[in-house]
T-cell receptor, first 117, second 116 residues
Framework: EAGVAQSPRYKIIEKRQSVAFWCNPISGHATLYWYQQILGQGPKLLIQFQNNGVVDDSQLPKDRFSAERLKGVDSTLKIQPAKLEDSAVYLC???????????????FGPGTRLLVL | AQKVTQAQTEISVVEKEDVTLDCVYETRDTTYYLFWYKQPPSGELVFLIRRNSFDEQNEISGRYSWNFQKSTSSFNFTITASQVVDSAVYFCALRAIIQGAQKLVFGQGTRLTINP
């Protein structure tokens, strides 16, 4: 079974530029998460999708971050415009379960490492 | 507060030594789950264990063991006879309700280096 795929693996941009990350979850997984992991810290949830609907985006900085999950499969996370403090690893995870039970069974991708100069 | 503290930022041991990673949590929930994840250099988080608050039995899986103590709000992780492949960053996490939604709250992580 293929794991969670993410691209690109690395991205370097200048502040105020835009950037987009892509995630392809494990086939059939209903729930998809995006996390931000700043260097030296644990991951922080940005947004949770169940199929193509948003379950929780309370920690997403909506003035600059946006995410979508078209057709309940792939997802993209966008930052526009980027700030220096957005430098982090962006992790995507998926789960075959829904609601709170999805947290018990998450499969993580390798992440996209973003550096904002 | 819903919080996880991993006080050990980095640990370095020689192969075959035993090592314990500490995790202390704070939660206002009466029912909760605790997790440990491993993050190797490749970047993805690998699930190791999940424990619910009703089950205080310690668990052993091969060289890995976990000691859950509600009285001290701790969920420590021990690797016996460590190996170089155990080198990674390890995260303890708490499933908590924050702003009305269930989330995983992660500790800061402990970077474990096993030297040959």
């Amino acid at each position: 079974e293929a794991g969670v795929a993410q691209s690109p693996r690395y991205k370097i941009i200048e502040k105020r530029q835009s950037v987009a990350f892509w995630c392809n979850p494990i086939s059939g997984h209903a729930t998809l998460y995006w996390y931000q992991q700043i260097l030296g810290q644990g991951p922080k949830l940005l947004i949770q999708f169940q199929n193509n609907g948003v379950v929780d985006d309370s920690q997403l900085p909506k003035d600059r971050f946006s995410a979508e999950r078209l057709k309940g499969v792939d997802s993209t996370l966008k930052i526009q415009p980027a700030k220096l403090e957005d430098s982090a690893v962006y992790l995507c995870a998926s789960s075959p379960r829904t609601s709170g039970r999805a947290l018990e069974t998450q499969y993580f991708g390798p992440g996209t490492r973003l550096l904002v100069l | 507060a819903q919080k996880v503290t991993q006080a050990q930022t980095e640990i370095s041991v020689v192969e075959k030594e035993d090592v314990t990673l500490d995790c202390v949590y704070e939660t206002r929930d009466t029912t909760y789950y605790l997790f440990w994840y491993k993050q190797p250099p490749s970047g993805e988080l690998v699930f190791l264990i999940r424990r619910n608050s009703f089950d205080e039995q310690n668990e052993i899986s091969g060289r890995y063991s976990w000691n859950f103590q509600k009285s001290t709000s701790s969920f420590n992780f021990t690797i016996t006879a460590s190996q170089v492949v155990d080198s990674a960053v390890y995260f303890c996490a708490l499933r908590a309700i924050i702003q009305g939604a269930q989330k995983l709250v992660f500790g800061q992580g402990t970077r474990l280096t096993i030297n040959p």
